[in-house]
């Protein structure tokens, strides 16, 4: 059977959101929610979250699943208020914990910060699976963006988070911590290894000017036509565009913040004794190399 879904654009971060669900039931997924943020202000907000939960209402979904497809680097999660809201549980890649060591580190947090998982309700390992409905969802580990990179399959559509864009943006950057090319190439060549007619869900898009962004392609065109990796390309021809690009990438605006809400799963820093919470923003920390 194959799922039902709803993209929502995230026009500030040029990112995607998803609602999934059994066109015979109530049972649906939320894959990769938003919460709205200004860095200048600090101020963060759950317009885009609310969207998704007025949908839900209005469809009379149940919500099982929270879905992040890896820690994100250009918004921020908004998996901890959707759970408070709708009760549905937290899943992402089981090597979260590598990102989260790296940014505890990088970012001196205390030790009650556990980089262990814990603050999602699911690790997932490859090949692990989660019942949605009448639906199936499957986790494919498709590392190399960051390590913790995991696409999901559910039916005849697949959300392969930052792995690709679309094919006239080619693929994801490979140069955060624990990310490289090699693997990103072979995470790929997992994804191209589905029937061709797969509906293929986009992170995000970035059109030009007066265009619409596109959530969806198939993966026949991916393999044809993506700017970066088609086919026939090889691994060898793929890290060397991927890494002579890397190089000439500034770090994403909202990094710092977005890694420090989404390693704790959207959960907001822990607040001081004046009640207030704090973003850190660690100097020269992204001289990683
Ligand atoms: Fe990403």
């Known amino acids: ?18 609602i999934v669900c059994d066109a015979d039931g109530d049972a649906a997924a939320i894959i990769d929610p938003v919460l709205d943020f200004d860095p200048a202000s600090g101020r963060v907000w ?18 099982k699943w929270i879905l992040e497809t890896h820690v994100h680097a250009d918004h921020l999660t908004a998996a901890a208020w959707l759970k408070r809201r709708t009760g549905a549980q ?12 790296t940014f505890k580190a990088l970012l001196d947090l205390d030790d009650d910060f556990a980089p262990d998982g814990s603050q999602f309700d699911v690790l997932l390992e490859d090949g692990d699976t989660l019942p949605l409905g009448g ?26 988070g930052d792995t690709l864009f679309g094919p006239a943006l080619g693929s994801a950057r490979c140069d955060f911590p624990g990310g ?7 995470s790929v060549q997992k994804l191209y290894a589905l029937p ?46 991927r890494t002579a690009r890397d190089a000439t990438l500034s770090v994403p605006k909202l990094l710092w913040p977005a890694l420090q809400v989404n390693i704790r ?25």
């Open 196 to 241: 061709p007619e797969t509906r293929v869900f986009l992170c995000h898009d970035y059109p030009k000017d007066g265009e619409a962004p596109r959530s969806q392609v198939t993966l026949a065109e991916q393999v044809c036509q993506n700017k970066h990796i088609v086919r026939d390309t090889t691994a060898e021809q793929f890290v060397a565009m």
């Open 90 to 101: 937290t899943a992402i890649g089981a090597r979260v914990t590598e990102v989260q060591r």
């Open 46 to 63: 759950a317009e885009s979250a609310s969207t998704l939960l007025q949908y839900l209402r209005e469809h009379a979904l149940e919500p």
């Open 180 to 186: 490289d090319a090699a693997t990103l190439f072979a």
């Open 1 to 18: 059977m194959n799922p039902q879904v709803t993209p929502f654009f995230h026009a500030a971060t040029s990112a995607w959101s998803y």
């Open 135 to 160: 639906l199936r969802i499957e986790a494919i580990a498709t590392p190399g963006h960051t390590p913790d990179g995991v696409s999901y399959r559910i039916g005849d559509a697949v959300f392969i």
């Open 265 to 289: 799963a959207g959960n907001l820093p822990s607040a001081t004794s004046s009640g207030r919470r704090f973003l850190k923003l660690p100097l020269n920390a992204n001289e990683w190399e």
